[in-house]
Every structure is written in C-alpha cells, then in structure tokens.
C-alpha cells in the first residue's frame, strides 16, 4: 500500500472543470446528516477528487471500469465516467443517492440507477451494502474517495475489493482519517 498526499495542480480545461463551472451557477442545496460536511459543497468536492486523480492516476494503469465505493453524492462516479472509465458508484444510503441523481439532472448529467454492477449504464449507482457484494473479478479498478474511517477498520472492505478486482486491478482509497488509523 502506497500512501500519497495530493497537492492542487493545474491543467488544460476539460469536461470535469465545465461541470464545475455549471456547478457555480444552479441553486442546489444538499441535505444530508453528515460528519462530513465538505461534501456537501458541490464545486470544492469536485475539485478535492480531481486533485486526487491528477495525483494518482500514472500509478492507476489504464482502467477500463470502475467501482465507486460509498459514492456519497456521486462526485468520484460522475468524474471517473467524465474521464472515459464505465463507473458504477455503491452506496447505500437512500437519500443521498435520490439528490445525487436530482444534482447532476440538473446540471445536464444523468445517472442511472441499477440493480446489479452494469457498466454499460455508466455513470450508474447500485444501492447496496458493499461489504456484502458477491462476485470475481468485475471491475479493474475500485475508488473510495474521502474513505470513513470506519470503512478503513473493517476488514471485510479489503477482503471484497480483493474479491472484485479484476487480476491486475488496483485500488485507490482517498481518506480524511488520520494516518494512524490508516496504518492500523
């Protein structure tokens, strides 16, 4: 496991920076219970991935599909997709998934909404428990932006990455936890 830091860099304008500026000018407020609260910020959220995938992504390879693990509001899924990888975030909270699917309606994306992992509905959110995903090698990469630290602890989340990654997949987790958590 490789531990990188991200840091803000600069790049040539494309589809994900447009959807951000379409992001400034709608009037859309998330509500959600959250420990989280800077993700509820549509544009700084947007942003904190791209900066992560800028930082990332010579290391990812050249993944073809991807799985969005606790996709929150659908950010990582609609970037990936917005970056030529089939993505089908997992999340399993009811609420967030039906204003993430209002959210980006409204900024002219849709997300569909699937039953099993379909790539072929890219971007798509699958509303189910992660950790009781059954399947072998489906996706070539899986994604968990701003990982929970509780999600971090359970050893069941490696054991089904593990389970569902594609032979030469890799994983990508993006955390706020701190690194002794992460170490343990």
Known sequence: MEYLEHQITECKKTKVDELIERMKSIDFHLHQETADKLQLNLQERLVSIQNIWNAVKLKI?????????????????????????KTVGIKNVHAKNTQAFKLFRKLGVTINKVNKVDFSKSPAIFETDFNEMQGNEVADL??????????????????????????????????????????K
């Open 61 to 85: 390879g050249d993944p073809k599909t991807a799985l969005d693990v606790g996709a929150g509001f659908a950010y990582g899924t609609v970037f990936l997709d917005m970056n030529g990888i």
């Open 142 to 183: 899986i994604t968990m932006f701003y990982l929970s630290g509780e999600l971090v602890m359970n050893p069941k989340t490696l054991q089904v990455c593990e389970k569902l990654l594609k032979k030469d997949g890799r994983c990508m987790f993006s955390t706020e936890a701190n690194r002794s958590t992460i170490k």
